[in-house]
C-alpha cells in the first residue's frame, strides 16, 4: 500500500475517512483536583476515532463515524453532538439490549501519577461490535479506514473485528491505525503487546507515541520502533516535546527493517504552546496529518498540520475545537524551519483576525 490513499470511482459522495471505533459521554471536571474532591462536572464526548472524525470534518473533509451506541439518551446525546460537526453517523447503529459507555476524568494530564479516569463501558454498546454487526458497505468506497488499539481492547468480537478489517484483500482502502496502547483497558494486559504490534504491522499508515512503544514493546527510540514496524508503509513516531519522525516506504516483512534512506526519515520539530488543557492532542495531530495526506502534501508539511491540528486542542479547554482555516494553517505550514522555530501558539491562534507570535 503506498502512503498516499487512492481515489474510488464514487470518492465524489464517499466518506474520505470513515473511523471506527467507541464514543463516550465524557465528564468533565469543574476545577481540577481527585475525582473524589470534584463537586460538579460538564458533559462532553470522548472517543480516539470520533475525535479524528469530528476535526476531519470541520477541516472541511467528508468525514464518517462507525459504531454502535445504546438505545438510550447518552446515545442520542453522542450522535446529535458528532453529527454537529459534519460527520456522517449513518453508519451508527443503536442497540437495544446495551448502555452507552461513560466515563469522568481530572483535568490534570494523562501521563501524570495525579490523572484519574473512571470509565464505565464494560459491557457497552461498542463492545459488541463485531464482524458480524458492523455495515461493511461504508467501508470499501471510502480512500481511508481510521483505527485504534483501543477498539481491540474492548471484548474478543471487537479484536475479530479490526482482524479482518486489516486483512489484506483488493480495494482495500489505505488503513490507518493509531496505537493507543492503554493498559487499563485490556482484560489480559500481557496479550496486549502482541496484538497491537500484529495490527500494527497489517496497517498502510501508523502513529504510535515514544512512550507507548517503549511502555508496550520495550523499545526505544525512533529507529527501533521502526525495526520492529518494518511493514506499514508510513509509520509516524510521536515524540513528545520533539516533535515527529517519519518514516515512509516500507522495509522487508520477515521482522526487520531495512535501513531506510535519509531521504525515506522526515523530523518536524514540535510548536512552542501555552497549554491550557493537555487533552485531545494525539487525535488532532493524527487529524492534521491525515488531512494533509488526502490533499496529497509533502510529509514535512503532513506533520507540521498534525503539530498546529494538535496546537488548536491543546489550547483551548475541551478534547475538540474548530481547526484553523486552511489558508492560515497552509500559510504556517510553508514558513521556512527558523520561522518554524520562531513560532509560539497560545488561546485565540486559530482565529483569522488571530497574529501568531514568534519569539
Same mark, same amino acid.
Given at each position: 500500500?503506498?502512503?498516499?490513499?487512492?481515489?474510488?470511482?464514487?470518492?465524489?459522495?464517499?466518506?474520505?475517512?470513515?473511523?471506527?471505533?467507541?464514543?463516550?459521554? =465524557?465528564?468533565?471536571?469543574?476545577?481540577? $483536583? #481527585?475525582?473524589?474532591?470534584?463537586?460538579?462536572?460538564?458533559?462532553?464526548?470522548?472517543?480516539?476515532?470520533?475525535?479524528?472524525?469530528?476535526?476531519?470534518?470541520?477541516?472541511?473533509?467528508?468525514?464518517?463515524?462507525?459504531?454502535?451506541?445504546?438505545?438510550?439518551?447518552?446515545?442520542?446525546?453522542?450522535?446529535?453532538?458528532?453529527?454537529?460537526? $459534519?460527520?456522517?453517523?449513518?453508519?451508527?447503529? @443503536?442497540?437495544?439490549?446495551?448502555?452507552? $459507555?461513560?466515563?469522568?476524568?481530572?483535568?490534570?494530564? @494523562? *501521563?501524570?501519577?495525579?490523572?484519574?479516569?473512571?470509565?464505565?463501558?464494560?459491557?457497552?454498546?461498542?463492545? &459488541?461490535?463485531?464482524?458480524?454487526?458492523?455495515?461493511?458497505?461504508?467501508?470499501?468506497?471510502?480512500?481511508?479506514?481510521? +483505527?485504534?488499539?483501543?477498539? *481491540? &481492547?474492548?471484548?474478543?468480537?471487537?479484536?475479530? %473485528? %479490526?482482524?479482518?478489517?486489516? *486483512?489484506?484483500?483488493?480495494?482495500?482502502?489505505?488503513?490507518?491505525?493509531?496505537?493507543?496502547?492503554?493498559?487499563?483497558?485490556?482484560?489480559?494486559?500481557?496479550?496486549?503487546?502482541?496484538?497491537?504490534?500484529?495490527?500494527? #504491522? #497489517?496497517?498502510?499508515?501508523?502513529?504510535?507515541?515514544?512512550?507507548?512503544?517503549?511502555?508496550?514493546?520495550?523499545?526505544?527510540?525512533?529507529?527501533?520502533?521502526?525495526?520492529?514496524?518494518?511493514?506499514?508503509? =508510513?509509520?509516524?513516531?510521536?515524540?513528545?516535546?520533539?516533535?515527529?519522525?517519519?518514516?515512509?516506504?516500507? $522495509?522487508?516483512?520477515?521482522? =526487520?527493517?531495512?535501513?531506510?534512506?535519509?531521504?525515506?526519515?522526515?523530523?518536524?520539530?514540535?510548536?512552542?504552546?501555552?497549554?491550557?488543557?493537555?487533552?485531545?492532542?494525539?487525535?488532532?495531530?493524527?487529524?492534521?496529518?491525515?488531512?494533509?495526506?488526502?490533499?496529497?502534501?509533502?510529509?514535512?508539511?503532513?506533520? #507540521?498540520?498534525?503539530?498546529?491540528?494538535?496546537?488548536?486542542?491543546?489550547?483551548?479547554?475541551?478534547?475538540?475545537?474548530?481547526?484553523?482555516? @486552511? &489558508?492560515?494553517?497552509?500559510?504556517?505550514?510553508? +514558513?521556512?524551519?527558523?520561522?518554524?522555530?520562531?513560532? @509560539?501558539?497560545?488561546?485565540?491562534?486559530?482565529?483569522?483576525?488571530?497574529?501568531?507570535?514568534?519569539?
Amino acid at each position: 500500500m503506498s502512503g498516499t490513499p487512492a481515489r474510488t470511482a464514487d470518492a465524489a459522495t464517499a466518506a474520505e475517512v470513515v473511523c471506527l471505533g467507541e464514543s463516550m459521554v =465524557t465528564f468533565l471536571p469543574s476545577q481540577p $483536583g #481527585r475525582l473524589a474532591d470534584v463537586p460538579s462536572f460538564g458533559r462532553g464526548i470522548g472517543g480516539a476515532e470520533s475525535n479524528v472524525a469530528c476535526a476531519l470534518a470541520a477541516a472541511g473533509h467528508r468525514a464518517a463515524w462507525v459504531s454502535r451506541v445504546g438505545a438510550d439518551g447518552f446515545g442520542d446525546h453522542l450522535v446529535e453532538a458528532i453529527a454537529g460537526y $459534519g460527520v456522517d453517523t449513518s453508519g451508527v447503529r @443503536r442497540d437495544p439490549s446495551r448502555p452507552t $459507555g461513560i466515563y469522568f476524568r481530572t483535568a490534570t494530564d @494523562r *501521563a501524570t501519577d495525579v490523572h484519574e479516569v473512571a470509565y464505565y463501558r464494560a459491557g457497552s454498546a461498542a463492545s &459488541a461490535m463485531s464482524p458480524d454487526n458492523i455495515p461493511y458497505a461504508t467501508l470499501p468506497a471510502t480512500r481511508v479506514l481510521h +483505527l485504534s488499539g483501543i477498539t *481491540a &481492547a474492548l471484548s474478543a468480537d471487537c479484536l475479530a %473485528l %479490526l482482524h479482518d478489517l486489516t *486483512a489484506p484483500r483488493p480495494g482495500r482502502p489505505l488503513i490507518s491505525f493509531d496505537v493507543n496502547h492503554r493498559p487499563g483497558l485490556w482484560r489480559d494486559a500481557d496479550a496486549s503487546p502482541e496484538v497491537l504490534l500484529d495490527l500494527a #504491522r #497489517r496497517s498502510d499508515l501508523v502513529f504510535v507515541g515514544e512512550d507507548e512503544a517503549e511502555e508496550a514493546w520495550g523499545v526505544t527510540g525512533a529507529a527501533a520502533i521502526r525495526a520492529a514496524l518494518p511493514e506499514p508503509a =508510513t509509520l509516524v513516531v510521536k515524540r513528545g516535546a520533539e516533535g515527529a519522525t517519519v518514516f515512509s516506504g516500507t $522495509g522487508d516483512t520477515q521482522g =526487520t527493517a531495512d535501513i531506510p534512506d535519509a531521504a525515506d526519515i522526515t523530523t518536524v520539530p514540535a510548536l512552542r504552546v501555552d497549554v491550557v488543557a493537555p487533552v485531545g492532542a494525539g487525535d488532532a495531530f493524527a487529524a492534521g496529518f491525515l488531512s494533509a495526506t488526502l490533499r496529497d502534501l509533502p510529509v514535512r508539511d503532513r506533520v #507540521r498540520h498534525g503539530h498546529l491540528m494538535a496546537a488548536a486542542v491543546l489550547t483551548v479547554p475541551g478534547d475538540l475545537t474548530a481547526p484553523p482555516a @486552511r &489558508a492560515h494553517a497552509d500559510s504556517l505550514a510553508a +514558513l521556512d524551519d527558523e520561522a518554524w522555530g520562531r513560532l @509560539r501558539l497560545g488561546p485565540g491562534w486559530t482565529g483569522d483576525d488571530q497574529e501568531v507570535r514568534t519569539t
